[in-house]
Structure formats: C-alpha cells, structure tokens
C-alpha cells in the first residue's frame, strides 16, 4: 500500500489549502480513508475519516465546518479542504487507511500510512 500525500504550504491565517492524498495497492473504492496531523512537539491527532462510498464522514471538534473531506473513487484519491486556517492548524497532515477493506475502524486502528504534507499558517 502506498499513500502519497501532496498540496500542502505556507498560507496566512484564513486561508485556504487543498490536501490530496493518491492511494495505490489496495482496494481502494471499498477502503475508508482517514486524514491526521501532528503538529511540533505533540501528538498525532485524528481529523477527519470518510466511508468507502463518501456517505459518511466524521471530523474533529477543531476542525468541524472548516475542513472537508472528500473522495473520487476514480481517481483513487482522498482530499481535505481546509478553510478559515488558524495558526494552531500548522501541522505535518498525513493520509491513513485501516487494515483492510469494507471497516470503518476507530480512529486508533489506521493501518498504512502517507509521507505527510506540511501546512504551515501564519499568524
């Protein structure tokens, strides 16, 4: 499985930025998909997760009604838009999928894991 994260940057605060992660090695029309981040001296934290399908999302507190996440099964790409960027969003973004296909894991049971795109938001 390989999991190539792109799209990252530095933007001001508020700005917008556009996260694609392109999945290779598994099925990937069938496999929920999920986006993290670990900002400096921290840990890794869940941000968004999407069903195989696209009908179910799921985001964190921090990011609910500013980051979208997305699909296109064609493409075999997952993407995370982020808006109204803050500051404290500066982070390395990494895309994750679970074991294995037709799961909607728990955000603790990510399995594979993308490079990470840095996004950096100044203030």
């Known amino acids: 499985v390989l999991l190539v994260e792109s799209g990252g940057g530095l933007v001001p605060a508020g700005g917008s930025l556009r996260l694609s992660c392109a999945a290779s090695?598994?099925?990937?029309?069938?496999?929920?998909m999920g986006w993290f981040r670990q900002a400096p001296g921290k840990e890794r934290e869940f941000v968004a997760a999407?069903?195989?399908?696209?009908?179910?999302?799921n985001y964190a507190d921090s990011v609910k009604g500013r980051f979208t996440i997305s699909r296109d099964n064609a493409k075999n790409t997952v993407y995370l838009q982020l808006h109204s960027l803050k500051p404290e969003d500066t982070a390395v973004y990494y895309c994750?999928?679970?074991?294995?296909?037709?799961?909607?894991?728990?955000?603790?049971?990510?399995?594979?894991w993308g490079q990470g795109t840095q996004v950096t938001v100044s203030s």
């Open positions: 994750a999928a679970p074991p294995r296909s037709a799961y909607l894991p728990p955000i603790n049971d990510y399995h594979y």
């Open positions: 090695g598994l099925a990937f029309s069938i496999t929920s």
């Open positions: 999407i069903s195989w399908s696209g009908a179910r999302t």
